[in-house]
């Protein structure tokens, strides 16, 4: 697992923007949204090597009856249960304020590695003496910065790099690593626990008994598994409990860290909102996806009910009809011996390369069958195909105009794709890139 670095401080002190400056901008673009928005609290960073996980404590949503106090109060509480280092980002042309030094109190009681970060110092000579008040707090020497264009952040990846643990290679070994999602007493730690053979994992009536992401090796003649049993992901207007924001980072960090995501669905309640939004999440992250429907031994069924119930999944996961769905009960274990091989399947397809040859020539084919749109006159030209990265699978495709290039066509160039080869629980991206037309100059 990668080291945590968390962002921390009192509101409007420049949090974001340094989670956004060293994470950088690798936004994919995706060839379908799902009907999902996020601010994304969690990224991934890399300085001389060494990669780890930055958490921005600023996305988490405050309730609005809270004050500040309790916001930062919060804050500083994930970073201490979560992070190898915390990031105290202070602003220099307020000085050191009240809730600093609470702040400051907080992380010397909890013993973590601390950096102190004077941001907003867009001129060092200036602001040269405001700094050294920062001492004064106790944490350490501050590294002044503005993360707004980037001055001092070479010095303070250096500090970064200098107390954060070497890159656990664990990760990166033969295991399959699956992360169980779902809402609150889905039976995601039953469906762990019939896979292990134990009762390994707490398994209670009450929504929210799992509260930490759980990892669990296990081996079998299908190949070997690291699960990862998530805390279920509430609604945000009923978070009430500190302990339950730490559910949504730790889920949010779970999902990005797989590489299969089983999404459990309940069946007698069928696809929610919060479902929703736990597969938006899964989709967005580019993780490999299986949706399991739990409880299907307890469903009233009539006659065609599965082909009836598969359906109506497909229509409210609309983006994720890519997705196989297998109906399963965690409880008597029916057809969860089927998920492995779904697992393997999903995993090989998520990282599966295609040389350029082979993507070209159906790119012909796919042109020759339906010819590409006009407007006003002028068509747009296909011109070549690459795939740039796996994890998931993305393509690089060159036309002659981005805006002739209709979601209608890049849908079904995708379509190709997977009708050719086996796509089956991965997202494909796509990414538009404009090269000129020479024959029209």
């Given at each position: 697992?990668?080291?945590?670095?968390?962002?921390?401080?009192?509101?409007?002190?420049?949090?974001?923007?340094?989670?956004?400056?060293?994470?950088?901008?690798?936004?994919?673009?995706?060839?379908?949204?799902?009907?999902?928005?996020?601010?994304?609290?969690?990224?991934?960073?890399?300085?001389?090597?060494?990669?780890?996980?930055?958490?921005?404590?600023?996305?988490?949503?405050?309730?609005?009856?809270?004050?500040?106090?309790?916001?930062?109060?919060?804050?500083?509480?994930?970073?201490?249960?979560?992070?190898?280092?915390?990031?105290?980002?202070?602003?220099?042309?307020?000085?050191?304020?009240?809730?600093?030094?609470?702040?400051?109190?907080?992380?010397?009681?909890?013993?973590?590695?601390?950096?102190?970060?004077?941001?907003?110092?867009?001129?060092?000579?200036?602001?040269?003496?405001?700094?050294?008040?920062?001492?004064?707090?106790?944490?350490?020497?501050?590294?002044?910065?503005?993360?707004?264009?980037?001055?001092?952040?070479?010095?303070?990846?250096?500090?970064?790099?200098?107390?954060?643990?070497?890159?656990?290679?664990?990760?990166?070994?033969?295991?399959?690593?699956?992360?169980?999602?779902?809402?609150?007493?889905?039976?995601?730690?039953?469906?762990?626990?019939?896979?292990?053979?134990?009762?390994?994992?707490?398994?209670?009536?009450?929504?929210?008994?799992t509260r930490d992401a759980i990892d669990s090796d296990f081996d079998n003649k299908y190949g070997k598994y690291t699960f990862i049993d998530t805390a279920g992901i509430r609604k945000h207007s009923k978070i009430q409990e500190n302990i339950e924001k730490y559910s949504l980072v730790r889920t949010s960090l779970a999902i990005e860290r797989s590489d299969v995501c089983v999404i459990m669905i309940d069946a007698n309640d069928g696809v929610t909102e919060q479902d929703t939004k736990i597969a938006g999440e899964a989709k967005e992250a580019g993780k490999g996806v299986i949706i399991c429907i739990n409880k299907w031994d307890e469903y009233n069924k009539e006659n065609g009910t599965l082909e009836k119930y598969t359906k109506d999944v497909y229509n409210k996961l609309a983006y994720l009809s890519y997705a196989p769905i297998l109906f399963i009960s965690a409880k008597t274990g029916q057809r969860v011996e089927k998920l492995f091989n779904l697992i393997n399947n999903v995993y090989e397809n998520n990282k599966l390369r295609i040389n350029t040859s082979t993507l070209n020539e159906l790119l012909q084919e796919a042109i020759a069958m339906v010819q590409p749109p006009t407007d006003k006159g002028r068509r747009l030209k296909v011109l070549y195909m690459t795939q740039v990265a796996t994890k998931p699978p993305t393509f690089a495709i060159f036309v002659n105009s981005k805006k002739l290039f209709h979601f209608s066509y890049q849908r079904y160039i995708v379509n190709k794709l997977r009708s050719e080869f086996d796509f089956t629980g991965t997202p494909i991206r796509i990414l538009v890139r404009e090269r000129e037309d020479k024959d029209n100059g």
């Open positions: 697992m990668k080291p945590v670095v968390a962002i921390i401080g009192k509101p409007n002190v420049g949090k974001s923007t340094l989670f956004n400056y060293l994470v950088g901008e690798r936004k994919s673009i995706v060839e379908d949204t799902p009907g999902v928005t996020r601010d994304r609290i969690y990224g991934e960073s890399n300085w001389r090597g060494k990669k780890f996980t930055l958490i921005d404590t600023g996305g988490i949503e405050n309730d609005n009856h809270d004050i500040i106090h309790s916001q930062m109060k919060l804050q500083a509480e994930i970073a201490v249960d979560l992070a190898d280092l915390i990031l105290f980002v202070t602003d220099v042309r307020e000085g050191v304020t009240s809730s600093d030094q609470e702040i400051s109190q907080m992380l010397r009681m909890s013993k973590k590695k601390v950096i102190l970060v004077c941001n907003k110092v867009d001129d060092f000579k200036k602001f040269e003496h405001d700094v050294y008040e920062f001492y004064n707090l106790g944490i350490g020497e501050p590294i002044p910065i503005s993360a707004a264009n980037g001055k001092g952040i070479g010095d303070l990846l250096d500090k970064v790099y200098e107390n954060i643990p070497d890159n656990d290679d664990s990760e990166d070994d033969d295991r399959i690593k699956v992360a169980i999602i779902g809402k609150p007493n889905v039976g995601k730690s039953s469906l762990v626990n019939k896979i292990l053979g134990e009762n390994r994992l707490i398994v209670s009536d009450v929504a929210g008994t």
